[in-house]
């Protein structure tokens, strides 16, 4: 069975590591186990003596006085009861190792400590202070001293401040698993009591809410709070305690904490009103019931604590799955994070290629239906119309008319016709590079591991393109050439099975036939016609081959390789710039690295405190 220390001490150390981790509750941004651990919110309104029943409580004067608002930022107070005799001490949790036997200056560093996060402004802040206190006048138990309840603004505060410790307290006090200490003063009519208020709200059964009077020494003569501390005039589950603190002049007179215990036991015991409670009052007793309550309470939360921290372990990881894990920091491993991005998109890439994704497809599209028709719509009838072959044959012969094959006029025809095939070997290089290119873009946006990395994501896709374009032009060139190849060097083989002009008798009809009439140039209209029609059925098989081996093929192959001998060159620097991470979205992987820490951390404590219910 845990004892009381254990689990105190337990929720203390979980308690530490939230704030250490940057959970304090309020963070609806990220799963919070701070609004989930038990603990003992000490509220009331200013001058209720709030910070003398802590200081009872502890049995030391370390608590800031002043006028205004003094408690600026939640004091998260875990005290730590210490075998007789052992010196006592303070830690802070911002100050780890250094103790504080002087609790004057225990006073001081939560003042400063305080104005470090709000600034010498009256400003609150719900960042707490953790105090630790080991002494053997203590019991084991957390309280949380949070700003009073306030009424005015003092001068250098906002008047917004009044709400803002509302609802820093109204945080605290609405969690189910927070008890809360209402302190007020005896000599103040409880009705008006901002404690008592505030908790009727949140706790109406008062399950959870235990009734403290101060100040009970200082109640008019001849009256007495019996009817609150008997539970008549506002019952609780918890029975009242009625305390005696220092006044202002013990204060002044620097009464110390042990005497003043002292003294308020004599006060009980030697009261005709109260002397039949005594034993159920004063500050020790207040903590003994406050610790053997919150232990309780921790017990009895323990399994709904660890089902949240299942729960949120398993909700962190899933987004730390989803938001990629941290980038490595050597060059090293940034270089092999950058070529397995690359690697993922290429595989992407081909896929679509390939036809593992839709998009191969429309390569095909162009040389099996834009090409043959764009082959199909050159204007040969233009361009071999009778007058043009005449123009033409007449013009290529210059002064001296042709004898008998006007072999200028043919191969003029015929380099002009092959001119045009330039078009449509050039568009469809263009259709193929533009295709390439937004299977590029596909590739980028489906690679998921790139999003996190959006100025890789825009090298990559520049140098991919870069690589397009050096495909494109080779192909270019490539396809140009096969046009040119054509012109260079007629097919002879044509000419020689061109069916000669020859009669029945086997004469040769050549003789007869009027080389200057209609007949003659249409049959060489024709023949061009046949010839340019033999290379467009040539060009049609051989630039769908020129354009796969330029580009389709060194897209596959090599696509990335430029960028691969960029990448070879960069230093560490540089390899980080490229992995540079959307801001928000690191700052976001690096909050749930911590609060995951900080819940595995808690599963951790708890299973080392062998609990039982
Ligand atoms: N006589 C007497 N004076 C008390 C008692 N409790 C508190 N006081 C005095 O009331 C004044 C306010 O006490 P604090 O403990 O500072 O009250 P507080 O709620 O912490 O005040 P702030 O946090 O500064 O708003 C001080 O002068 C105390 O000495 C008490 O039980 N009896």
Not at 62 to 69: A, K, Q, V
Not at 145 to 165: C, H, N, R, W, Y
Not at 410 to 418: F, S, T
Request: glycine fraction near 6%; proline fraction near 5%.
């Amino acid at each position: 069975m845990a004892t009381m220390e254990s689990l105190i001490g337990m929720v203390n150390r979980i308690q530490r590591a939230c704030t250490v981790l940057g959970d304090y509750g309020g963070d609806t941004a990220l799963p919070t186990l701070w609004e989930a651990l038990p603990s003992v919110a000490v509220v009331g309104g200013q001058s209720s003596g709030k910070s003398s029943v802590l200081e009872s409580i502890v049995g030391r004067d370390f608590l800031p006085r002043g006028s205004g608002i003094v408690t600026r930022r939640p004091l998260v107070l875990q005290l730590h009861k210490t075998e007789p005799g052992l010196q006592e001490y303070a830690e802070f949790l911002h100050l780890p190792k250094k103790k504080f036997t002087d609790f004057s200056i225990v006073r001081k560093e939560i003042q400063d400590e305080t104005d470090r996060v709000t600034g010498k402004s009256k400003q609150i802040s719900p960042i707490p202070i953790h105090l630790s206190i080991y002494s053997p006048n203590v019991v084991n138990l957390t309280l949380i001293d949070l700003p009073g309840l306030t009424k005015v603004a003092v001068e250098g505060q906002p008047e917004s401040v009044v709400q803002e410790i509302e609802s820093m307290v109204r945080s605290y006090v609405e969690k189910p698993n927070s008890l809360i200490l209402a302190i007020t003063p005896a000599n103040q009519d409880l009705a008006t009591s901002d404690a008592i208020k505030l908790s009727r709200e949140v706790d109406p059964a008062g399950d959870r809410t235990f009734g403290v009077l101060t100040k009970l020494d200082l109640m008019d003569k001849g009256t007495n709070a019996l009817d609150i501390l008997e539970g008549r005039a506002y019952p609780l589950q918890q029975p009242w305690v009625g305390i005696v603190n220092r006044s202002q002049a013990d204060i002044n007179k620097n009464v110390d904490m042990i005497a003043a215990r002292r003294r308020e036991r004599e006060f009980f015991a030697t009261s005709p009103d109260y002397g039949h409670l005594a034993s159920k009052m004063g500050s020790e007793y207040l903590a003994k019931l406050l610790s053997k309550h919150l232990e309780s309470v921790i017990r009895t939360r323990i399994p709904g604590i660890i089902a949240l921290i299942n729960r949120s372990i398993d909700e962190l990881e899933a987004e730390l799955d989803h938001l990629g894990r941290p980038v490595a920091i050597d060059s090293g491993a940034q270089l092999y994070t950058i070529l397995e991005l690359c690697r993922a998109f290429d595989r992407i890439f081909k896929e679509h290629l390939e036809g593992g994704r839709p998009g191969g497809d429309r390569i095909y599209g162009v040389f099996d239906n834009q090409l043959p028709s764009a082959l199909r719509k050159l204007p040969f009838d233009r361009h071999l119309s009778l007058q043009n072959v005449r123009k033409v044959v007449s013009e290529a012969d210059g002064y001296q008319p042709h004898l008998i094959a006007p072999e200028q006029g043919y191969r003029r025809l015929i380099d002009e016709a092959l001119n045009y095939f330039r078009g449509p070997a050039e568009a469809s290089v263009d259709a193929v590079h533009f295709i390439l290119k937004e299977l590029v873009r596909r590739s980028i946006g489906e690679t998921q591991e790139l999003k996190r990395f959006p100025t890789l994501q825009a090298e990559i896709t520049a140098a991919a393109n870069e690589a397009l374009d050096r495909f494109r032009e080779d192909s270019k060139k490539t396809t140009t050439r096969l046009v040119d190849m054509e012109s260079s060097y007629l097919t002879v083989d044509f000419f020689r099975k061109l069916p000669q002009d020859i009669d029945r008798g086997g004469n040769s009809i050549a003789s007869s036939v009027d080389r200057y009439a209609e007949g003659h140039f249409r049959r060489i209209g024709s023949n061009v016609s046949s010839y340019v029609g033999m290379v467009a059925e040539t060009l049609r098989n051989t630039i769908p081959k020129a354009v796969v081996h330029c580009q389709v093929k060194e897209a596959k192959r090599s696509l990335l390789d430029h960028f691969y001998t960029q990448l070879g060159k960069k230093e560490g620097k540089q390899l980080s710039q490229l992995l540079d991470e959307n801001p928000m979205l690191m700052e976001r992987r690096q909050q749930c690295v911590k609060r995951l820490e900080l819940y595995k951390s808690a599963r951790d404590e708890i299973d080392s405190v062998s609990w039982t219910q």
